[in-house]
Protein backbone atom coordinates (compact mmCIF):
# COMPACT_ATOMS: atom_id res chain seq x y z
CA UNK A 1 0.00 0.00 0.00
CA UNK A 2 1.71 3.45 -1.06
CA UNK A 3 1.19 6.16 2.11
CA UNK A 4 0.46 9.46 1.19
CA UNK A 5 4.00 11.06 1.93
CA UNK A 6 3.05 14.97 1.78
CA UNK A 7 1.73 16.53 4.37
CA UNK A 8 0.05 19.98 4.08
CA UNK A 9 1.72 20.82 7.74
CA UNK A 10 5.14 20.46 6.10
CA UNK A 11 4.18 23.15 3.81
CA UNK A 12 3.41 25.79 6.09
CA UNK A 13 5.47 28.70 7.03
CA UNK A 14 7.34 28.68 10.16
CA UNK A 15 6.24 32.74 10.17
CA UNK A 16 2.67 32.41 10.14
CA UNK A 17 2.57 29.37 12.71
CA UNK A 18 4.38 31.43 14.78
CA UNK A 19 1.62 34.27 14.73
CA UNK A 20 -0.81 31.41 14.73
CA UNK A 21 0.73 30.82 18.41
CA UNK A 22 0.92 34.21 19.56
CA UNK A 23 -2.61 34.41 19.04
CA UNK A 24 -3.49 31.27 20.45
CA UNK A 25 -1.64 32.45 23.48
CA UNK A 26 -3.52 36.01 23.39
CA UNK A 27 -6.85 33.66 23.37
CA UNK A 28 -5.35 31.16 26.55
CA UNK A 29 -4.71 34.32 28.53
CA UNK A 30 -7.72 35.81 28.08
CA UNK A 31 -10.44 33.43 28.17
CA UNK A 32 -8.44 30.60 29.93
CA UNK A 33 -8.84 28.10 27.37
CA UNK A 34 -5.53 25.96 27.11
CA UNK A 35 -5.67 25.21 22.97
CA UNK A 36 -3.40 21.92 22.64
CA UNK A 37 -2.67 22.48 18.71
CA UNK A 38 -0.29 25.34 19.13
CA UNK A 39 1.18 24.85 16.21
CA UNK A 40 -1.56 23.49 13.77
CA UNK A 41 -3.59 26.18 11.93
CA UNK A 42 -6.80 27.24 13.56
CA UNK A 43 -8.93 25.40 11.05
CA UNK A 44 -7.93 21.97 12.83
CA UNK A 45 -10.16 22.92 15.54
CA UNK A 46 -12.77 24.22 13.59
CA UNK A 47 -12.86 21.95 10.05
CA UNK A 48 -12.44 18.49 11.44
CA UNK A 49 -14.29 15.76 10.73
CA UNK A 50 -16.33 15.47 13.93
CA UNK A 51 -18.48 12.33 14.62
CA UNK A 52 -19.14 13.28 18.31
CA UNK A 53 -20.57 16.01 20.53
CA UNK A 54 -20.06 19.80 19.83
CA UNK A 55 -16.66 20.32 20.82
CA UNK A 56 -17.20 23.28 23.04
CA UNK A 57 -19.84 21.01 25.28
CA UNK A 58 -17.68 17.47 25.00
CA UNK A 59 -14.69 19.14 24.59
CA UNK A 60 -14.02 16.15 22.51
CA UNK A 61 -12.52 16.06 18.99
CA UNK A 62 -13.43 12.94 17.35
CA UNK A 63 -11.74 11.67 13.54
CA UNK A 64 -12.63 8.68 11.55
CA UNK A 65 -9.78 7.05 10.38
CA UNK A 66 -8.47 4.10 8.01
CA UNK A 67 -5.43 1.99 8.39
CA UNK A 68 -3.87 -1.26 8.94
CA UNK A 69 -2.91 -2.97 12.28
CA UNK A 70 0.96 -3.31 11.89
CA UNK A 71 1.11 -4.78 16.06
CA UNK A 72 -0.63 -4.73 18.96
CA UNK A 73 0.58 -4.46 22.47
CA UNK A 74 -1.93 -5.41 24.69
CA UNK A 75 -0.03 -5.24 28.22
CA UNK A 76 0.54 -1.46 26.55
CA UNK A 77 -2.77 -0.75 25.98
CA UNK A 78 -1.44 0.56 22.67
CA UNK A 79 -2.22 -0.69 18.59
CA UNK A 80 0.29 0.43 15.96
CA UNK A 81 -1.66 1.58 12.84
CA UNK A 82 -0.26 2.62 9.79
CA UNK A 83 -3.11 4.72 8.88
CA UNK A 84 -4.22 7.14 6.21
CA UNK A 85 -4.45 10.96 6.17
CA UNK A 86 -7.15 11.85 8.74
CA UNK A 87 -8.79 14.48 6.91
CA UNK A 88 -8.14 17.75 8.55
CA UNK A 89 -5.63 16.85 11.08
CA UNK A 90 -2.98 14.91 10.23
CA UNK A 91 -1.21 13.05 7.75
CA UNK A 92 -0.55 9.77 6.68
CA UNK A 93 1.87 7.94 9.18
CA UNK A 94 2.20 4.63 11.06
CA UNK A 95 2.12 5.16 15.27
CA UNK A 96 0.91 3.82 18.41
CA UNK A 97 -2.16 5.21 19.55
CA UNK A 98 -3.76 4.57 23.13
CA UNK A 99 -7.35 2.28 23.82
CA UNK A 100 -9.12 2.82 26.56
CA UNK A 101 -10.85 -0.62 26.30
CA UNK A 102 -8.22 -3.44 25.69
CA UNK A 103 -10.78 -5.90 25.06
CA UNK A 104 -11.35 -4.16 21.66
CA UNK A 105 -7.92 -5.28 20.73
CA UNK A 106 -8.90 -8.90 20.86
CA UNK A 107 -10.48 -9.08 17.47
CA UNK A 108 -7.81 -7.19 16.10
CA UNK A 109 -4.43 -9.00 14.60
CA UNK A 110 -1.66 -7.75 12.27
CA UNK A 111 -2.54 -7.51 9.20
CA UNK A 112 -6.18 -6.04 9.37
CA UNK A 113 -7.38 -3.34 7.46
CA UNK A 114 -9.59 -1.37 9.59
CA UNK A 115 -11.54 1.76 10.06
CA UNK A 116 -11.68 3.30 13.25
CA UNK A 117 -12.43 6.64 15.28
CA UNK A 118 -9.37 8.59 16.94
CA UNK A 119 -10.94 10.59 19.75
CA UNK A 120 -8.17 13.52 20.92
CA UNK A 121 -8.96 16.17 23.76
CA UNK A 122 -6.79 19.14 25.55
CA UNK A 123 -4.60 15.94 27.40
CA UNK A 124 -5.09 12.97 26.05
CA UNK A 125 -5.99 10.78 22.83
CA UNK A 126 -7.08 7.40 22.06
CA UNK A 127 -8.94 5.28 19.30
CA UNK A 128 -12.09 2.70 19.43
CA UNK A 129 -15.00 1.46 17.40
CA UNK A 130 -12.57 -0.96 15.09
CA UNK A 131 -14.24 -2.29 12.30
CA UNK A 132 -12.27 -4.77 10.19
CA UNK A 133 -12.99 -4.09 5.99
CA UNK A 134 -9.96 -6.40 4.66
CA UNK A 135 -6.81 -7.62 5.15
CA UNK A 136 -3.70 -7.40 3.14
CA UNK A 137 -0.25 -8.80 3.56
CA UNK A 138 2.55 -7.70 5.86
CA UNK A 139 6.20 -7.48 4.64
CA UNK A 140 8.21 -8.49 7.17
CA UNK A 141 10.59 -5.99 8.10
CA UNK A 142 14.35 -6.47 9.20
CA UNK A 143 14.68 -4.87 12.95
CA UNK A 144 17.56 -2.35 12.81
CA UNK A 145 20.31 -2.47 15.34
CA UNK A 146 19.16 -1.42 19.07
CA UNK A 147 21.46 1.53 20.07
CA UNK A 148 23.17 0.78 24.00
CA UNK A 149 22.07 3.61 26.12
CA UNK A 150 25.07 5.68 27.20
CA UNK A 151 25.33 5.40 31.25
CA UNK A 152 26.34 8.85 31.77
CA UNK A 153 25.02 11.09 28.98
CA UNK A 154 27.53 14.03 29.85
CA UNK A 155 30.81 12.06 30.44
CA UNK A 156 33.98 13.61 30.47
CA UNK A 157 35.12 11.93 26.70
CA UNK A 158 31.64 12.43 24.99
CA UNK A 159 32.64 14.79 22.00
CA UNK A 160 28.82 15.74 22.58
CA UNK A 161 29.64 17.58 25.31
CA UNK A 162 31.15 20.14 24.04
CA UNK A 163 29.32 20.44 20.80
CA UNK A 164 27.67 23.87 20.39
CA UNK A 165 23.66 23.55 19.89
CA UNK A 166 21.63 26.26 19.48
CA UNK A 167 18.91 27.33 21.95
CA UNK A 168 15.29 29.40 21.39
CA UNK A 169 17.65 32.77 21.39
CA UNK A 170 20.28 31.71 18.71
CA UNK A 171 22.62 31.02 21.07
CA UNK A 172 25.62 28.46 21.12
CA UNK A 173 24.80 26.38 23.92
CA UNK A 174 26.92 22.81 24.84
CA UNK A 175 25.41 20.32 27.67
CA UNK A 176 29.16 21.48 29.50
CA UNK A 177 27.71 24.51 29.59
CA UNK A 178 25.39 22.87 32.75
CA UNK A 179 28.64 21.08 34.29
CA UNK A 180 27.19 21.18 37.83
CA UNK A 181 23.46 21.59 37.63
CA UNK A 182 21.16 18.59 37.46
CA UNK A 183 19.29 18.41 34.70
CA UNK A 184 16.28 16.81 32.61
CA UNK A 185 16.67 16.14 29.39
CA UNK A 186 13.81 15.39 26.60
CA UNK A 187 13.62 14.90 23.34
CA UNK A 188 10.48 16.35 20.87
CA UNK A 189 9.01 18.92 17.85
CA UNK A 190 7.04 21.18 17.89
CA UNK A 191 4.47 19.68 14.84
CA UNK A 192 3.85 17.02 17.02
CA UNK A 193 -0.43 16.60 16.85
CA UNK A 194 -0.97 14.72 19.61
CA UNK A 195 -1.78 16.66 23.42
CA UNK A 196 -0.77 13.44 25.03
CA UNK A 197 3.03 12.77 23.31
CA UNK A 198 5.02 15.81 22.92
CA UNK A 199 3.08 18.29 24.03
CA UNK A 200 2.83 16.49 27.14
CA UNK A 201 6.41 16.34 27.98
CA UNK A 202 6.75 19.80 27.36
CA UNK A 203 3.38 20.20 29.73
CA UNK A 204 5.58 17.60 32.23
CA UNK A 205 8.48 20.68 32.03
CA UNK A 206 6.29 23.30 32.53
CA UNK A 207 4.58 22.22 35.62
CA UNK A 208 7.46 20.65 37.02
CA UNK A 209 9.13 23.86 36.68
CA UNK A 210 6.27 25.42 38.36
CA UNK A 211 6.81 23.10 41.08
CA UNK A 212 10.12 23.80 41.91
CA UNK A 213 10.30 27.51 41.78
CA UNK A 214 7.41 27.98 44.16
CA UNK A 215 8.90 25.11 46.87
CA UNK A 216 10.60 26.17 49.77
CA UNK A 217 14.45 25.70 49.66
CA UNK A 218 14.29 24.51 46.41
CA UNK A 219 17.74 23.95 44.54
CA UNK A 220 18.62 26.98 42.11
CA UNK A 221 20.89 24.67 40.04
CA UNK A 222 18.67 23.03 37.92
CA UNK A 223 17.97 23.11 34.24
CA UNK A 224 15.40 21.92 31.59
CA UNK A 225 16.85 20.90 27.93
CA UNK A 226 14.40 19.93 25.48
CA UNK A 227 15.98 18.24 22.04
CA UNK A 228 14.14 18.96 18.68
CA UNK A 229 14.74 16.22 16.39
CA UNK A 230 13.17 18.31 14.07
CA UNK A 231 15.75 20.73 13.51
CA UNK A 232 14.30 22.05 9.55
CA UNK A 233 11.34 22.75 10.84
CA UNK A 234 12.28 23.82 14.50
CA UNK A 235 14.39 27.21 14.03
CA UNK A 236 15.12 29.49 16.75
CA UNK A 237 12.08 31.41 16.00
CA UNK A 238 9.84 28.70 16.59
CA UNK A 239 11.66 26.82 19.43
CA UNK A 240 11.47 30.60 21.22
CA UNK A 241 7.26 30.74 20.58
CA UNK A 242 6.51 27.50 21.40
CA UNK A 243 8.26 27.95 24.75
CA UNK A 244 6.65 30.91 25.42
CA UNK A 245 3.01 29.10 25.03
CA UNK A 246 4.41 27.13 28.00
CA UNK A 247 5.36 30.48 29.78
CA UNK A 248 9.12 29.11 29.91
CA UNK A 249 12.09 30.76 32.15
CA UNK A 250 15.40 30.72 29.99
CA UNK A 251 16.93 30.75 33.08
CA UNK A 252 16.13 27.36 33.66
CA UNK A 253 14.77 25.71 30.31
CA UNK A 254 15.85 25.88 27.19
CA UNK A 255 14.87 24.61 23.50
CA UNK A 256 17.57 22.97 21.25
CA UNK A 257 18.16 22.62 17.87
CA UNK A 258 21.25 21.74 15.57
CA UNK A 259 22.42 19.64 12.73
CA UNK A 260 20.68 16.49 12.10
CA UNK A 261 23.21 14.06 12.43
CA UNK A 262 24.31 15.96 16.08
CA UNK A 263 20.65 15.19 17.36
CA UNK A 264 20.45 11.79 15.68
CA UNK A 265 23.67 11.08 17.85
CA UNK A 266 22.27 12.58 21.10
CA UNK A 267 19.28 11.09 20.92
CA UNK A 268 21.15 7.44 20.55
CA UNK A 269 22.70 7.90 23.04
CA UNK A 270 19.81 8.87 25.01
CA UNK A 271 18.11 5.32 23.54
CA UNK A 272 15.50 7.44 21.33
CA UNK A 273 14.42 6.29 18.46
CA UNK A 274 12.82 8.29 16.06
CA UNK A 275 12.05 8.30 11.88
CA UNK A 276 10.21 10.60 9.40
CA UNK A 277 6.66 10.00 8.00
CA UNK A 278 5.11 12.15 6.14
CA UNK A 279 6.07 15.38 7.75
CA UNK A 280 5.58 14.22 11.07
CA UNK A 281 8.09 12.13 13.32
CA UNK A 282 7.47 8.35 15.04
CA UNK A 283 9.51 8.18 18.16
CA UNK A 284 9.51 7.22 21.50
CA UNK A 285 9.70 8.46 25.04
CA UNK A 286 12.86 9.21 26.79
CA UNK A 287 12.88 11.80 29.66
CA UNK A 288 16.11 11.61 31.56
CA UNK A 289 17.34 13.46 34.91
CA UNK A 290 21.50 13.86 35.17
CA UNK A 291 22.61 14.69 38.49
CA UNK A 292 25.06 17.92 39.46
CA UNK A 293 28.12 15.20 39.41
CA UNK A 294 27.42 14.21 35.40
CA UNK A 295 26.02 10.70 36.08
CA UNK A 296 22.49 9.90 34.59
CA UNK A 297 20.32 8.97 37.76
CA UNK A 298 16.92 8.18 36.24
CA UNK A 299 15.37 7.44 33.10
CA UNK A 300 10.97 8.18 32.46
CA UNK A 301 10.39 6.01 29.29
CA UNK A 302 7.04 7.27 28.94
CA UNK A 303 4.39 10.65 28.67
CA UNK A 304 2.37 10.87 30.90
CA UNK A 305 1.41 13.31 33.41
CA UNK A 306 5.65 13.28 35.09
CA UNK A 307 5.49 16.64 36.71
CA UNK A 308 5.32 15.39 40.22
CA UNK A 309 8.31 12.86 40.11
CA UNK A 310 10.84 14.60 37.43
CA UNK A 311 10.85 17.82 39.92
CA UNK A 312 11.53 15.37 42.83
CA UNK A 313 14.24 13.71 40.86
CA UNK A 314 15.60 17.18 40.11
CA UNK A 315 15.52 17.59 43.94
CA UNK A 316 17.70 15.16 44.65
CA UNK A 317 19.34 15.24 41.57
CA UNK A 318 20.80 19.22 42.48
CA UNK A 319 22.58 17.62 45.80
CA UNK A 320 24.71 15.33 44.75
CA UNK A 321 27.77 15.89 46.74
CA UNK A 322 30.13 13.97 44.11
CA UNK A 323 32.51 16.19 41.90
CA UNK A 324 31.46 16.71 37.69
CA UNK A 325 33.48 13.79 35.97
CA UNK A 326 36.70 15.33 35.06
CA UNK A 327 36.94 16.67 31.74
Given at each position: ????????????????????????????????????????????????????????????????????????????????????????????????????????????????????????????????????????????NKSPDQPVLETQIVRAKNPLLEYKFTN?????????????????????????????????????????????????????????LSFSFDPEFDTPAVLKAYGESYQYDPK????????????????????????????????????????????????????????????????????????????
Open positions: MRRERKSAISRRDPSRIIGVMKIMRLRELFIGVCCFGLLISPSVKSAGVFLSANESETNVQTFAANGVVRAINTDARTVLIQHGAISNYMSAMTMPFKVKDTKALAALQAGDEISFQLHVTETESWVDQFSKIGTVSLKEELGRAVSLSDFRGQALAITFFYTRCPLPDYCPRLSKNFQEASQKLESLPGAPAHWHFHWSFLTGPPDKIAELARQSDVKYESDGGLINHNFRTLIVDAGGHLQMIFPTSGDLSDEIAAEIVKAAVVTNQPAPR
